[in-house]
């Protein structure tokens, strides 16, 4: 996996600003607007009222930094100083610190991957020769023994459940780039749903397109049905009588279309949200936690994302997968 470089930071915005002595906007551009998020121009009006800090005591001799207020839970980090140039007035850069954070985070979430990686390698590969000799020897003694009579016999599928074990880990820790190709969205979900193991369940799988004219998406299709199968088998095993599959055209920064996959479950408690993408995480008696992290992984290597809408009663997840030739991720 490629090390993290600081063009992974390119989804934080900064702004630029110009002012007067006296602290009065002149100029703003326009990812200054947005960050601000206000409809009225920013031209005009003095920087505390533009940008009210967040606290009392702020300095406004510059070079100065503070933190703005510019929404509920949202701040921006505003400095002014000086132009180094004999340029009349200050100039100011507005940086989101939200923005910041989330992909300091993201960093973070990669440096820990990297380290993940190793030692599952590692793992797998000091496991792998053990169970093979305990898989040979097992195999010779149950020719000596009757099978019927021996405990031996519960050893080749534990020892297989060891061998998938090891092969979800590799795959989550080495992901293949994907092989994109265009994919119609109602083709895409009726072949994962094909895929699926077969249940002595009265839960129902409703798949409810409606005739919707939605663009094809471009994904790799084999990562893809991996993707839509899991999602589709954690929800048939939470629901209680009905899964539903829905589509419709997504709202992310690319034109993308959106899958939702619901259940009427007992749904994810509050306290657990937050770790239902993290690797090893899990609330099933045999399952292995790789699951959902391998599928919003391979979602985002492909340009989409994957969410849990925790805004609805029912359990949801959010499959945004591009429907143009998105930017391919090399980490995450």
Not at 306 to 313: A, D, F, G, S, V
């Amino acid at each position: 996996m490629p090390t993290p470089s600081p063009d992974s930071l390119r989804l934080v915005r900064v702004g630029w600003i110009q002012l007067t002595d006296s602290l009065v906007v002149t100029q703003a551009d326009a990812t200054a607007q947005q960050l601000v998020n206000r409809e009225a121009s920013l031209e005009g009006m003095a920087l505390q009222e533009a940008l009210p800090p967040d606290h009392e005591g702020a300095s406004w001799q510059p070079p100065f930094n503070y933190l703005a207020v510019t929404g509920p839970a949202s701040r921006l980090l505003v400095h002014v100083a000086r132009p180094l140039t004999s340029q009349a007035g200050l100039v100011g850069t507005l940086t989101s610190v939200n923005e910041y954070l989330a992909e300091a985070q993201s960093l973070a979430r990669v440096q820990l991957r990297n380290t993940v990686e190793s030692i599952i390698a590692g793992f797998a590969h000091e496991v792998r020769n053990p169970m093979a000799a305990i898989q040979s020897l097992t195999e010779v003694a149950l020719q000596q023994t009757p099978q019927h009579d021996s405990v031996l016999v519960r050893i080749p599928g534990l020892v297989a459940r060891v061998e998938s074990l090891i092969k979800q880990a590799l795959a989550y820790s080495r992901p293949k780039p994907p092989q994109r190709s265009l994919h119609q969205v109602d083709v895409l979900v009726e072949r994962s749903a094909s895929l699926l193991r077969p249940r002595d369940t009265p839960v129902s799988l409703d798949l409810s397109f409606d005739d919707l004219e939605l663009p094809p998406v471009m994904v790799d299709l084999l990562q893809a049905e991996q993707v839509l199968v899991n999602l589709l088998e954690n929800a048939l095993d939470a629901a209680r009588t009905r899964v539903v599959v829905q589509a419709r055209e997504g709202g992310t920064p690319v034109p993308s279309v959106c899958i939702e996959v619901s259940d009427d479950g007992v749904g994810v408690a509050p306290d657990l949200v937050p770790r239902i993408f993290d690797p090893f995480f899990t609330t099933k008696a045999h399952g292995t936690g790789l699951g959902l992290a391998i599928a919003r992984d391979l979602t985002r290597l492909t340009g989409g994302e994957l969410r849990l809408n925790t805004q609805r009663k029912q359990t949801t997840f959010e499959l945004f997968l591009p429907s143009t030739p998105a930017h391919v991720r090399s980490n995450w």
